[in-house]
Every structure is written in structure tokens, then in C-alpha cells.
């Protein structure tokens, strides 16, 4: 999200820092990094921010960039009905970590490379650029990460300047937990961005009179004929049927929502045909947009068509 002189970036998927800088987009003038879930599609790239950032950034002082996000699961997800044995946990030690966790093991796996630049070079250290803030959810609000992703609540303020107030709220990425939506309130328009989810209330209830709603959408059957593992079929199958949402369903999402404009990003799998996408016109009246990578979408209701208020997709 593009506000004046500031952006504002949702999720780091393969090649978001490329992509950023094929926008035109200064890390300089990069506010925030708001983490969706822990899923690698979201945060793979999270690693040359922080390590070309001690570049791009070595210009003068600034505050950290807030990577805001998830905090731990707390424990690991329930083992998938059709498995035939128990498989053992990666990094059994923290096996759930959230953003926090994340920059730590990255700051680790890739100390001989900071090291370097911070005593060679004299860069600074990630640390004084980037900074985990993890999400704190309401205590009575009854979240559990295996069998309440989603309850009932209302949007919490995790980030305000003088471009915008963004609002989080739990969504249905199971067994994905926690995982959000945010939605970036500014004074001329306003963005939801969906995450990866099934489709839930709370989400309805963020994006009530958005602007711009970007959603995720899935082609099941299309998905299906990847595989030729019968049970990865079947349990691949399973997460995908509970943890995303159709073009239909994002269309009735939106409709319920009264969101203005939507548009379908992060589509799974890629090589659908655009007719599979353009199903949610049989649910959504408004206007629906299927945009490419790198495409500008103005998102501001009383200003010109302009990149000021803006949603550039930088990855698909």
C-alpha cells in the first residue's frame, strides 16, 4: 500500500524485494512489514529485507521498520487423520515460532554474513532496522489454534502514523494459528487484505465498506489433478478445502462485506484460466479486477486516479 510518500508492505513472498524495487519503492520509505501467517509464500523473502536492508538503508538514521505478524502457536498442529505414523517436528526445540522467533533464526542462520558487513563494513545491525512486533490477542476471547482460529472479535489497532491506522483480525488458515487479515484505514480510502483463509465472518466484519478488498482465491479441481500421490492428494486436499477460498466464495465474501472494488490476488494455481477467476461476478456486483504483478490499483475516493493511494501488487 502506497500512502504520500510511505508504503506499507503485506507478506514477503518469493521475490517481494525484487519486485518492491521494480515498483520503484525505496526501502528508505518503507513504514511497516505486516506479516499475514507463518507460511513460506509469506515470508521467504523476509530474508533479503533484512539483509539488503543494511544497504539500501545506510543513509542516515531512522527508527527500525515494525515487522508486525503472528506470535507462536504454542504447540504443534494435530497430525492429519490419514497419516500412518507420527513424523518427527522440525526444530522440535520451538517447533511454532512467530515473527519474533522468525527474525531470530534468521539473524542465526545468517550471522556469518551480518558479522561480516557489521565489522567489516560497518553496517548496521539488523537489529537497529528491523523489529518483530508479535500480535497480541484479547485473553477472553477464547482463540485456540486447533479448534478456535477464528472466534468472533473485533479488529485490533496494531499500527498507527500519520498516513494510516491499520486493523488486524483473526481469519481461517487452519491449522495455521494465528493468522490475519489487516486492513489499512487512510483519510481518503481504505485497503483489506485478506491473508490466506476459509471463508469466516470476521473478515466480513473488517472489510465492512472497504475500498479495496484484496482476497486470495483457490481453483480446486485444477489443484487436485497436480498430484499423483494418493494420500498427499488426499491430505493436501483436506487443508486446501478448510484453509482458502474459492472465486465464488471471495465474490460472496465481498458482497457481504459492501467492499467497492475486488480484487483476486495470490491465485492458486497460477496457470488457472482467467475464466476460473472471473467466476465470483455469479456473487459480486461491484467492480472485480483480476490484476497482474505489478499492476496500480487507486484505492482513494476524492482524489485522481494516482499511485498516491494505491495497492501495487508486487507478486501474484
Known amino acids: 500500500m502506497v500512502v504520500n510518500d510511505s508504503w506499507y508492505l503485506v507478506d514477503c513472498g518469493q521475490g517481494a524485494g525484487h519486485q518492491a ?12 512489514i505486516f506479516i499475514t ?10 530474508p533479503s529485507m533484512l539483509l539488503f536492508g543494511a544497504f539500501e538503508l ?10 508486525f505478524g503472528p506470535g507462536d502457536r504454542g504447540k504443534l498442529p494435530p497430525l492429519s487423520s490419514r ?3 507420527v513424523p518427527t517436528p522440525i526444530a522440535p526445540q520451538r517447533p511454532t515460532p512467530g515473527v519474533a522467533g522468525l527474525l531470530e533464526g534468521l ?6 554474513d551480518f558479522n561480516d558487513r557489521i565489522f567489516d563494513s560497518l553496517t548496521k545491525s539488523p537489529n537497529e532496522q528491523f523489529r518483530a512486533v508479535e500480535i497480541e490477542l484479547p485473553e477472553d476471547i477464547g482463540f485456540d489454534p486447533d479448534t478456535q482460529v477464528a472466534p468472533e ?17 483473526l481469519v481461517s488458515h487452519q491449522p495455521t494459528a494465528p493468522a490475519y487479515a489487516y486492513r489499512f484505514d487512510t483519510e481518503t480510502g481504505s485497503v483489506t487484505v485478506s491473508g490466506d483463509t476459509a471463508p469466516c465472518a470476521n473478515l466480513v466484519q473488517l472489510a465492512q465498506g472497504t475500498d479495496l478488498l484484496l482476497h486470495e482465491a483457490i481453483n ?31 465474490g460472496r465474501i465481498a458482497q457481504k462485506a459492501g467492499a467497492r472494488h475486488l480484487a483476486l490476488h495470490h491465485l492458486v494455481p497460477s496457470y488457472s484460466p482467467p475464466e476460473a477467476w472471473l467466476e465470483a461476478r455469479t456473487t459480486y456486483q461491484g467492480k472485480l479486477t483480476v490484476p497482474a504483478d505489478l499492476d496500480i490499483i487507486p484505492f482513494g475516493r476524492t482524489t485522481p486516479v494516482s499511485p498516491d493511494r494505491a495497492a501495487i501488487l508486487t507478486a501474484s
Open 107 to 112: 539473524h542465526s542462520a545468517y550471522a556469518t
Open 83 to 85: 497419516a500412518i505414523e
Open 220 to 250: 480446486l479441481e485444477l489443484l487436485a489433478s497436480r498430484y499423483t500421490d494418493a494420500t498427499m492428494l488426499r491430505a493436501t486436499m483436506d487443508h486446501h478445502r478448510r484453509a482458502h477460498t474459492t472465486a465464488v466464495e471471495a
Open 153 to 169: 472479535m473485533d479488529p485490533i489497532v496494531v499500527f498507527q502514523d500519520q498516513n494510516v491506522t491499520v486493523t488486524a483480525i
Open 37 to 46: 501467517h507463518m507460511h513460506s509464500d509469506h515470508t521467504v523473502d523476509l
Open 21 to 32: 524495487h521494480a515498483a520503484g519503492l525505496a526501502m528508505e520509505n518503507l513504514a511497516g
Open 58 to 67: 545506510a543513509n542516515g538514521y531512522r527508527e527500525p521498520i515494525p515487522v
